[in-house]
């Protein structure tokens, strides 16, 4: 269970006492941080920004803590903090290295701190992310995408739909699945996958966002508006199961939604179908001869710990060989789509998901599997920028499994 | 150097920026502020922030900046990752600083038995390239995550490893390429593997506190990796270990590569952590090297056979690995648990003693913070790199403490430690001799000697534009430095 602090409804406390909250959790941490540094080379951006101290977990860090202290919020400063806040992938890394190697702070609280006191003083988000929040408050998704078409993608499957059906499951889609057609073929692939188990599924007729970009990008009020609507959901339609195909849904229910797991289990998609098929191998029939290398979303691995279901799942198809990149779990390096980033254009010297694709390249693998869309497109959009189609090519675990069921 | 008015910070800038590109120059507030901070526990200060952070690529582009600095008499201070321990990142005057991340390539030459690398290149990445290939890392930073391999080769630190078993990072350097404090660019020592008799001019870059010139390229031999033997020893009292380390060296014992010791309550805590037996008494963790396991094995036992002899409760060697990785890492953890149980600051001394009175000064080390006004306030920890005769007194500095009073502690740290080593004749061996060491430096060889280093400052840069305030200590309080 990852430990992070949930922030309090804001409806129950007034805006000054929300302000005072958010400096509290920046303040403590900063002054605690030995500035050892050691968050340096585990972060995504010490890889991909021209490497500037303040490009870096400690150095953002630092810089909302004495942009508070020395009242550094006007002019230009005000633009420069904002980028350099905004730049976290939030892959949670440095808060991984701090654990384990020096003060143990909560280096990614501090920073989405800042991220919600620079929305409430009117400076964040970048600009880029300001249409994705409003469409998520007016359509229910950050794509600006119509709630109506949301289930489009299902149309020929048998599949589902709650209300007015039932089922044991919540298959949770999230909306970048919902609404890119480049995606369906992971929503239909895990359709095949869990009917193939014969589980009882369904998915939610009117699916709204979970809420996480909002809160990544500082809007708590936003991010609280999508909890309490899929949380009436969820209570409405009787929910014990939700199996969620993003990383990203699956952890802001697990950890960001207060006393939904007392209720509810939450499973990604990978745990969901490692335990299904343990003990099934037999079902994945086809022999996929490919040298496999496994990139983990760092929602599934640096937040939740979960490593090896993913890399079970594929040992389970014949003919796999698995690879590891030289960073792989806890070091595991980002694609760069976290944090709100998926969003808006940030300072990338080096794109992360060029140098994933290096690595993946340099473990010989052929094919970079990975569990989580949002990484998924970024790591196929590199490999088709950098037309290396012919060596590589980039693939969610379900669709690889779906090809095994022969 | 004194204090002069600000530049024009616009201009600086630009010209700045004709040199390494726009994009490789930052003046923010933000970038100021984490290029001027280090490990201490007190706040930045506003008057002392750099005017403005470059990141050069290569020699030239240093050689560039220096030329510049000297024609504008614009202070320059070298920046790897920020980590020192003695002050020598934390500035006392603004200046340019350069900070070194951008010259990180590595390259591997086995057929000339060498490897090169950039001064921005982290330990952990030659560790990796180098470790990888067979070949042994000649020195152990705790701080290999992040330091810099300029930062490791400007203060010759072996770090935990035991100086007199395999040498310091010095004995490695086959050559350096360096840029003068006036832009000059000189290459030193040698492609081959023999050293240079006689003068060698990389002598005064490595260990050089960054006073003379600065590092751009490392040339370092390449030596195999050895095989590992294990050992622990355990003892009721501090005495008794510090007469059993002495035999070591008095029994001409082979010498480990490690040895690591916990004082007994030190030791508790890295041990609960672990969720190892609690030890009854101080601890050594040690690692001996050979051309095979058995060697290592045979070396460990003549190690522990002069052990043996002051009555340890405990002494053999360690052959279940998993068993020795907690062990070791027991003795990794104790700063971070401190610091996280407590949400404080760990900060340490280093106490070195001399052979002959060992037992004494680790009676005096675990007295570290006696009678001091500050310090003597909080808990104090001790563990070392005893096969070093290095002992680390260490205590968790309170969050809520004032910034004067969090300087008051660092400045009682200094002050005893200081003390000591003057006591026992001996000087730092991990983390450099001046910023806030200076005033020791003048203690422990004299005015004379301080004097000679400022000629020779002097001689190589004229105008003292490169990392002013290391050499003079605490800069702020003298009239001038």
New interface residues.
Partial sequence: MNQRKVARDLHSIDEEEYIEDLKGIIL?AA??C?????C??ICPLFHST?????Q?P??IM??IN??L??D?FKG??QE??RD?LYLCTTCNGCVL?C??????LPVLDAIEAGRKLLREMMIGPLPQQRKPLKDIYLYGNPYGEKPERRVDWTKGLKVKIIPPERAEVLFYVGCTTAYEPSLHLIGKSLVRLLQSLHVDFGILNEEVCCGEPARRMGDEGLFQEMMNRNLDQFKSYGIKTIVSISPHCFNTFLNEYPTIQEEIKIQHYTEFLAEAFKGKKPLFKKEISSVITYHDPCYLGKHNQIFNAPRELLQMIPGVKLVEMKMTREESLCCGGGGGRMFAEVEEERRLSDMRITQALEAGANIIATACPWCYKMLQNSIQDSNLEDKIRAKDISIILSEALN | MTRKASPEVTKLVDELATIVTK??V?A????R???S???F?Y??E?ENLPYA?V?PKSKNEVSEILKYANRREIPVFI?G???SFTGASRYHIPGIVI?T??MNDIEVFEDFGFFECGPGC?C?SVAKEIETRGYFLPFAPG?R??ASMGGLIANNTSAHIVDASVGKPGDYVLGLEVVLPNGEIIETGTKGLRRPAGTDLTKWFVGGDGLLGVVTRIRMRLAPAFERAYGIAIYQDLKSLAKGVQRIYRERRPLPLFMEFMEKETAKIGYKIKGLEIPKGSVILFVSTGNSKEEASQKAEQILSSLRAENPMEAQLIKDIELWEKLWSSREVIG?YL??ES????SSAEVVSNLMELEACMEDASHFNQDLPVLSQLTLYLFGHIGGLTMHPGVIIP?EWDNEKKKRAVDEKFQREAELNLKYHTCGGEWGQFAKRAPFFIMRYGEESYELMKKIKKTFDPNNILNPGVLEGDFNNKENG
Avoid at chain 1, 34 to 38: D, K, T, V
Avoid at chain 2, 28 to 31: G, K, P, S, V
Avoid at chain 2, 343 to 346: A, K, T
Wanted: hydrophobic letters at 30%.
């Fill in positions: 403590d002054k605690r030995r500035n050892c540094n050691y340096f080379t021209r490497g500037f101290m303040s870096t400690s150095g630092q810089s004495y942009a202290k020395w550094v230009e400063d420069i903090l350099l290295r654990k384990s190697k020096a003060t143990g | 994009k490789y930052s923010h507030i933000f970038e502020i984490k290029s901070i280090d490990t526990p706040e930045a506003k952070i990141m920046r990752s920020g980590t900070n991340h951008r982290i952990e701080s995550l992040i971070s610091m996280q949400g404080n600051q760990w969050k």
